[in-house]
């Protein structure tokens, strides 16, 4: 089932993620749907605050990046069919030399900008059969990785602007909180006017 992804502006996203249960309820048809609800928005990545639940999960398919002409045969191979879900995900450490790309978000439509962060991320997390999993990514991926840990600890990309930058996004970022916007995806806005 494809579930409307939370805009900019809502609290939701402002909320540090819970531990996800081992028993919690449901959990795989909610893994299920949210894949549904990435691929349908064509994202390469998803966490729980997008579809309005502040846990610790996120997903993650970076295949779509793996075809970039830019890259080399080594690096679209690593990204191609890289698939996972991250569970109760806390970063270990994160080294190497900062550097920019060009990040969005489902959650904030039509915005792009360039933000700096370290080359490569330690993770700690279970997987879907609550085993524990530790791994090192570089690259895109831990790029993609560190994106969507940002939503279970309450951040987006944008906070991550300079001042000015910001500044100027300003009045972008309350027309999407207002709905004021065209995503061909199902979206919920926080502050959509009723009956609109
Ligand atoms: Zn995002």
């Known amino acids: ?19 996800v249960p ?7 048809e909610l893994i299920d749907n949210m894949w549904e ?3 349908n928005a064509n994202g390469v990545g998803l966490a729980a605050p997008q579809i309005g639940l502040p846990v610790r999960l996120f997903l993650v398919d970076t295949t779509p990046f793996s075809k970039d002409e830019d890259l080399t045969e080594e690096e679209k191979k690593k990204l191609d069919g890289f698939k996972k879900v991250f569970i109760n995900a806390y970063i270990e450490e994160e080294t ?11 959650s904030i439509p039509d915005i792009h900008e360039d933000v700096s962060r370290k080359d490569t991320v330690t993770i700690t997390y279970v ?3 609550f085993k524990k999993q530790t791994e090192t990514y570089d690259g ?3 790029r993609v990785i560190q994106h969507e ?3 279970i600890e309450g951040i987006l990309f944008t906070d991550k602007l300079s001042s000015l930058k910001k500044r100027l996004l300003k009045g972008r970022l309350t027309n999407i909180s207002k709905g004021n916007i065209r ?6 806005f926080p502050k959509q006017k009723k009956g609109r």
């Open 127 to 129: 997987d879907e059969d």
């Open 37 to 39: 609800t990435m691929y």
């Open 96 to 106: 190497g030399k900062e550097w920019a790309f060009s990040e969005g978000c489902l």
């Open 1 to 19: 089932m494809i579930l409307p992804i939370i805009a900019y502006g809502d609290p939701v996203l402002r909320k540090k993620g819970n531990d």
């Open 22 to 28: 081992k028993d919690y309820p449901k959990l795989e």
């Open 183 to 188: 995503a061909d995806y199902r979206m919920r």
């Open 149 to 151: 840990y940002d939503h």
């Open 140 to 142: 895109l991926l831990a």
